[in-house]
Structure formats: structure tokens, C-alpha cells
């Protein structure tokens, strides 16, 4: 059990009033409820918080500080390869070659991706969402053209070909 003293409790109920983000607020709170003499599963109850993260935040808070209460360990979120200017450069590339009727496929497309990132992809996920978040589309050839004549129809007009021919 991990004591929080009630001028720690002033202290955090301060810092509740500077801070704007409501998870940052929920974490201070919980820890001062804690130094006012309330106990883990009570700060639950009140907060939505599991009691055995209160026991971690007041752990944290009393052996690392209060910084390292309010630092936020999420990851960020934006995992971009390439701010927007350069992603509008690097399929300026390829827009050029589709309007000249080359076939692109996307094994090329991510070994210019790997080579403009100067990072190896394991997977061609990391392309295919990049091409999505630039709307750009999956196309491919169909195998047969779509108003092709069926086989019958194409059998029925060689036999006429031949007998006119003689």
C-alpha cells in the first residue's frame, strides 16, 4: 500500500485544474482520492479505473514523480512513411506511367516505397494501405475482353466465313 500524504493530494487537485485532457484528469484524480484517505476500490467506483490500476498509479506517482504520473505512454497514432508532399511525389511516378498504358503492380510500387522510406517492409500491407489513404484502387485486367462472343456464337460465324470462301 502506497501512502500519499494530503499536501500530495493538494498538490495533485491543483494539477487537475491546469490540465485539459480528460484522461490526464481521471489519472490525477484517482491518486488524490487516494491521499484524502480513500481506498483503491472505492477510486474503481468512482473513476471506472480496474482498483489494480489505482495501485499502479499511486505506485507510479509516489516512486517516479508526478511527471512520470502525467506522461502519456500511448505511441502515436501517425505512422506515415512520408508527409503528404512527398507521398504526392512519389505517386506523381507512377500516375505518369499508368497514363502511358504500363501495367504497375504493386510489387513495384513497394520496392520504390522501401527504397523512398529507406526501410524494408516485410509486407506489402504498408503499401496497399498507403495507395488506399491516397485513393488509389486496385485494377486489373480481365481475362477475357467483356463483349467477347460466346463459343458457339464464334463457331457459328467461322463456319460461315469458310463457306463463303468458296
Not at 21 to 49: C, F, H, P, S, W
Not at 110 to 126: I, N, V
Request: with cysteine.
Amino acid at each position: 500500500m502506497y501512502k500519499i500524504s494530503d499536501n500530495d493530494a493538494k498538490k495533485l487537485r491543483e494539477e487537475m485544474k491546469k490540465t485539459s485532457l480528460a484522461r490526464m484528469y481521471k489519472k490525477l484524480q484517482a491518486v488524490a482520492l487516494r491521499g484524502e484517505g480513500y481506498g483503491n476500490d472505492e477510486i474503481a467506483l468512482i473513476t471506472g479505473y480496474n482498483s489494480n490500476y489505482v495501485g499502479e498509479l499511486c505506485k507510479t506517482y509516489v516512486n517516479l514523480g508526478l511527471e512520470e504520473l502525467k506522461a502519456d505512454g500511448r505511441k502515436g497514432g501517425n505512422n506515415r512513411n512520408m508527409d503528404e508532399l512527398e507521398a504526392a511525389e512519389f505517386l506523381e511516378q507512377f500516375e505518369d506511367l499508368a497514363k502511358k498504358g504500363q501495367v504497375i503492380t504493386i510489387e513495384n510500387i513497394a520496392k520504390a516505397y522501401d527504397e523512398a522510406t529507406e526501410k524494408e517492409h516485410k509486407s506489402l500491407s504498408t503499401v496497399y494501405y498507403f495507395l488506399h489513404s491516397h485513393d488509389w484502387r486496385i485494377v486489373t485486367p480481365k481475362s477475357e475482353h467483356p463483349g467477347k462472343a460466346s463459343d458457339e456464337a464464334i463457331e457459328a460465324s467461322k463456319k460461315l466465313t469458310m463457306s463463303l470462301r468458296r
